[in-house]
């Protein structure tokens, strides 16, 4: 049974002296028991195993994470030492693709397995203006992974770092505690960020029963703020490279292609090789703090915990047209790195690299199926469990789909092409349709196809010449319109909005049913 948004959310904010006197004088000791437990963990050695016996689950979904600037996919800065050494123990997804280029829409496919299509409300054309809360929304029916490990009788607990995954559109589904990041307070850098979220969730496990069965999902949102702050970088880990010499227009719209935003600007003439250096450091900063909560989790006695690192989406240097930025649907802001430690009574092989095709979508039912779970009706996504154990084996699925952002359209993805079929900007503001288009008012705006070959050696980005496979493109195109058609379709029957000329049809309903894109109806009592 799901919890109501009262039980679950938890908000957390940091206490000035002043107000924890007051809130600890009212008597609320559980907050004062959480700030003990955040000064201990802060402590050198921290506190003492706990010899856990319980299975847990631990989800970290980073926001602009790029598969290409990481140890395990083979680049040359050795940024995440700390995500390798997961893949030591476990395995890495090496050509995984988001959903989306957005934070809801990508978050919305790891909690639910589900296309995040479906979390677009349908609103009826004489909606006007109306605000990012009404038009999204995870409807109640979409499964939720959260909820699958909570009706297993694991606890379960998400701890959130940006204040756009509030859980009124539907996130907090599933959880009995929701930490959530409130945007409008004064808060400094100790308020959020892995660090912050690393010793709530120690402290969270620490206060769960010894032999408790947990699940925990996390959200990071240190890379998307690290450009924002160049104040805080600190030392040069990593030089710029001499080839990227080029130092990018500043203009004052908020989102533009081939110039900077000012408000994403750090000051000064900085090259493009610069910012990908500092990319780079905060990247490396940043999996030194993941690797300082793996040993602590290490230090509880989890021998049962499987772990897993997902990037949400990536981030632009200028190979699509952003930088500093995403919202495009190449490379550069879709492929993402996955990365998952076995529990150590796991029996799969450790230390590889699963070359096939894997989608955000397969997160969650890859978890459950780990966790012993049965997978749920409804859920778009695929086990990647059969790639874990047979790496060299068929590959478990052929295609997956990606949309959203700034361009209307969709890109399919194979184990070899990435292709794009989009009108370019037309999400955008008239100041981000003028820098793709030259002017804000263009008298046409026509589909554009792009296909990269990613065994070509060729870069990322969506600017280089597109594959001549012609054919190939036609056939991914057929097949994201089919995709597409059927999330409409799913979208409607899931949100069944009353004001529709036409609402689903029972033979529609059982249609959606029979492709497994709608749970099945619960069974009578």
Same mark, same amino acid.
């Given at each position: 049974?799901?919890?109501?948004?009262?039980?679950?959310?938890?908000?957390?904010?940091?206490?000035?002296?002043?107000?924890?006197?007051?809130?600890?004088?009212?008597? !609320?000791?559980?907050? %004062?028991?959480?700030?003990?437990?955040?000064?201990?963990?802060?402590?050198?050695?921290?506190?003492?195993?706990?010899?856990? /016996?319980?299975?847990?689950? =631990?989800? +970290?979904?980073?926001?602009?994470?790029?598969?290409?600037?990481?140890?395990?996919?083979?680049?040359?800065?050795?940024?995440?030492?700390?995500?390798?050494?997961?893949? #030591?123990?476990?395995?890495?997804?090496?050509?995984?693709?988001?959903?989306?280029?957005?934070?809801?829409?990508?978050? &919305?496919?790891?909690?639910?397995g589900c296309d995040p299509v479906i979390g677009r409300q349908p609103l009826p054309d004489d909606a006007g203006a109306f605000s990012p809360s009404r038009r999204w929304l995870i409807p109640d029916q979409t499964p939720s992974l959260a909820a699958e490990y909570l009706a297993a009788g694991y606890? &379960?607990?998400?701890?959130?770092?940006?204040?756009?995954? %509030?859980?009124?559109?539907?996130?907090?589904?599933?959880?009995? $505690?929701?930490?959530?990041?409130?945007?409008? =307070?004064?808060?400094?850098?100790?308020?959020?960020?892995?660090?912050?979220?690393?010793?709530?969730?120690?402290?969270?496990?620490?206060?769960?029963?010894?032999? $408790?069965?947990?699940?925990?999902?996390?959200?990071?949102?240190?890379?998307?703020?690290?450009?924002?702050?160049?104040?805080?970088?600190? &030392? *040069?880990?990593?030089? %710029?490279?001499?080839?990227?010499?080029?130092?990018?227009?500043?203009?004052?719209?908020?989102?533009?292609?081939?110039? +900077?935003?000012?408000?994403?600007?750090?000051?000064?003439?900085?090259?493009?090789?610069?910012?990908?250096?500092?990319?780079?450091?905060?990247?490396?900063?940043?999996?030194?703090? !993941?690797?300082?909560?793996?040993?602590?989790?290490?230090?509880? @006695? =989890?021998?049962?915990?499987?772990?897993?690192?997902?990037?949400?989406?990536?981030?632009?240097?200028?190979?699509?047209?952003?930088?500093?930025?995403?919202?495009? =649907?190449?490379?550069?802001?879709?492929?993402?790195?996955?990365?998952?430690?076995?529990?150590?009574?796991?029996? !799969?092989p450790r230390g590889q690299l699963a070359r096939g095709l894997a989608s955000t979508l397969d997160v969650a039912p890859t978890l459950l199926e780990l966790s012993g779970i049965e997978r749920p009706s409804g859920m778009h996504g695929v086990s990647q469990v059969p790639a874990l154990s047979l790496?060299?084996?068929?590959?478990?699925?052929?295609?997956?789909?990606?949309?959203?952002?700034?361009?209307?359209?969709?890109?399919?993805?194979?184990?070899?092409?990435?292709?794009?079929?989009?009108?370019?900007?037309?999400? @955008?503001?008239?100041?981000?349709?003028?820098?793709?288009?030259?002017?804000?008012?263009? #008298?046409?705006?026509?589909?554009?196809?792009?296909?990269?070959?990613?065994?070509?050696?060729?870069?990322? /980005?969506?600017?280089?010449?597109?594959?001549? *496979?012609?054919?190939?493109?036609?056939? !991914?195109?057929?097949?994201?319109?089919?995709?597409?058609?059927?999330?409409?379709?799913?979208?409607? #029957?899931?949100? *069944?909005?009353?004001?529709?000329?036409?609402?689903?049809?029972?033979?529609?309903?059982?249609?959606?049913?029979?492709?497994?894109? +709608?749970?099945?109806?619960?069974?009578?009592?």
């Amino acid at each position: 049974m799901l919890l109501t948004r009262t039980l679950l959310r938890h908000r957390h904010r940091r206490l000035s002296a002043l107000c924890a006197g007051l809130l600890l004088g009212l008597g !609320l000791a559980g907050c %004062a028991e959480e700030t003990r437990g955040a000064m201990q963990d802060s402590e050198v050695g921290g506190a003492p195993p706990r010899g856990h /016996g319980g299975r847990g689950v =631990l989800v +970290i979904a980073i926001d602009s994470l790029r598969a290409d600037h990481t140890t395990p996919s083979g680049y040359d800065r050795n940024t995440t030492p700390a995500l390798a050494g997961l893949v #030591a123990e476990g395995a890495a997804l090496v050509q995984t693709f988001s959903t989306g280029p957005e934070m809801t829409s990508s978050h &919305t496919a790891l909690l639910t397995g589900c296309d995040p299509v479906i979390g677009r409300q349908p609103l009826p054309d004489d909606a006007g203006a109306f605000s990012p809360s009404r038009r999204w929304l995870i409807p109640d029916q979409t499964p939720s992974l959260a909820a699958e490990y909570l009706a297993a009788g694991y606890a &379960t607990a998400c701890f959130v770092d940006h204040s756009w995954l %509030a859980p009124e559109l539907g996130f907090y589904r599933g959880f009995e $505690r929701y930490d959530e990041f409130e945007g409008g =307070l004064e808060v400094d850098e100790n308020d959020f960020g892995a660090a912050q979220l690393g010793r709530r969730v120690l402290n969270w496990i620490r206060s769960l029963d010894r032999d $408790r069965d947990w699940f925990a999902y996390v959200q990071v949102s240190d890379l998307e703020r690290s450009l924002r702050h160049e104040e805080e970088r600190r &030392t *040069n880990f990593f030089e %710029a490279r001499p080839e990227l010499t080029e130092v990018p227009p500043v203009v004052e719209a908020d989102r533009a292609f081939f110039a +900077i935003p000012r408000r994403l600007w750090s000051g000064g003439p900085r090259t493009v090789g610069e910012y990908e250096a500092a990319y780079d450091e905060y990247l490396r900063r940043l999996d030194s703090k !993941l690797g300082r909560l793996f040993a602590r989790l290490d230090a509880l @006695g =989890l021998d049962d915990l499987t772990i897993c690192v997902v990037g949400t989406y990536g981030m632009g240097f200028g190979e699509s047209g952003l930088y500093l930025d995403h919202g495009t =649907l190449s490379d550069v802001d879709l492929h993402v790195p996955l990365v998952i430690r076995f529990p150590r009574s796991s029996q !799969l092989p450790r230390g590889q690299l699963a070359r096939g095709l894997a989608s955000t979508l397969d997160v969650a039912p890859t978890l459950l199926e780990l966790s012993g779970i049965e997978r749920p009706s409804g859920m778009h996504g695929v086990s990647q469990v059969p790639a874990l154990s047979l790496p060299d084996g068929p590959p478990v699925r052929e295609v997956c789909f990606s949309t959203g952002g700034v361009s209307s359209g969709f890109a399919v993805h194979d184990r070899r092409y990435s292709y794009q079929s989009t009108v370019h900007a037309i999400r @955008g503001d008239a100041d981000l349709v003028a820098s793709w288009y030259g002017t804000p008012y263009p #008298a046409k705006r026509d589909r554009r196809r792009h296909m990269r070959d990613r065994e070509s050696g060729a870069g990322p /980005g969506d600017l280089e010449q597109s594959s001549p *496979n012609l054919e190939r493109a036609d056939e !991914l195109q057929k097949l994201g319109d089919a995709w597409y058609s059927w999330m409409e379709r799913t979208r409607l #029957a899931l949100h *069944n909005p009353p004001w529709v000329t036409r609402p689903t049809s029972e033979r529609e309903l059982a249609e959606l049913r029979r492709r497994g894109l +709608i749970p099945e109806p619960e069974p009578e009592r």
